[in-house]
């Protein structure tokens, strides 16, 4: 059974919104694509959803700005604009994204002191959304990543789902990074192959899905 994941694909993340990611609006017609042609039996989201005045804002510790590094109930913070407030319009769906088909949307980031990377777990690995039982119920084996952003909360899912036991796969195109440092996404992406992530194009699975449904493969 294969799932699509869809991480994060919301309007603070777009490059209009809060926490700009270059050129993270190409996403959206990736993930509709995939979403109607790859086939994936089960198809889910993550919404990164703060409270505000979450702990992970740079507005929430005096003196702080966006982009530096601090300490967060033991873990080392990176500082980020408000950004996926709970029920604000910046936390919405990116527009045009088909949200009609997703089966169930994972919400994360909701605990005042922690941030929460993966759509699995907490930064801390101490609580758990409960999508990895939620796949695991469904027969899932193979997970199917993109969204936003490659070099954050991507990467981070990708890496608890190969931990978790799935065969993972990045889907490089519909993905999009925010490179607080230069060149983090492409180390983002050798990072993810180290721990057992397969990269692959969206053409190059749905090429492979056609040859597959034609015999030719
Ligand atoms: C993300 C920074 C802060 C992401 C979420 O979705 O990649 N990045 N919160
Ligand atoms: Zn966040």
């Known amino acids: 059974m294969r799932a699509l994941v869809l ?12 926490l700009p990611v270059p050129k993270g609006d190409e996403v959206v017609p990736v993930a509709n694509r995939l979403m109607r042609e790859l086939g994936a039996e089960v198809i889910v989201a993550t919404q990164d959803w703060h409270p505000p005045g979450h702990g992970s804002f740079a507005s929430s510790h005096s003196g702080k700005h966006p982009f530096e590094v601090t300490q967060l109930d033991g873990l080392d913070q990176i500082l980020w604009p408000d950004h996926c407030v709970q ?9 045009g ?8 949307v994972f919400r994360k980031g909701e605990n005042p002191n922690v941030d929460s990377y993966s759509g699995f777990f907490d930064n801390g690995h101490r609580s758990d959304t409960g999508l990895g039982a939620w796949l695991k119920d469904r027969g899932v084996t193979d997970v199917y990543l993109l969204g ?40 983002a992406i050798e990072e993810m192959q180290r721990a057992g992530v397969r990269v692959a194009t969206s053409e190059e ?3 492979s899905r056609a040859a597959q449904s034609a015999g030719l493969a």
């Open 148 to 187: 936003l952003a490659t070099d954050v909360c991507v990467m981070y899912t990708a890496l608890d789902a190969c931990r978790l036991g799935f065969n993972t796969w990045l889907v490089v195109d519909g993905c999009r990074g925010v490179n607080v440092a230069p060149g983090d996404t492409h180390r």
């Open 205 to 207: 699975l749905l090429g």
């Open 87 to 95: 029920r604000s319009a910046g936390a919405e769906f990116a527009p």
């Open 97 to 104: 994204l088909d949200t009609g088909r997703f089966q169930k």
């Open 7 to 18: 991480v994060d694909i919301q309007r603070d993340f777009l490059p209009t919104g809060a």
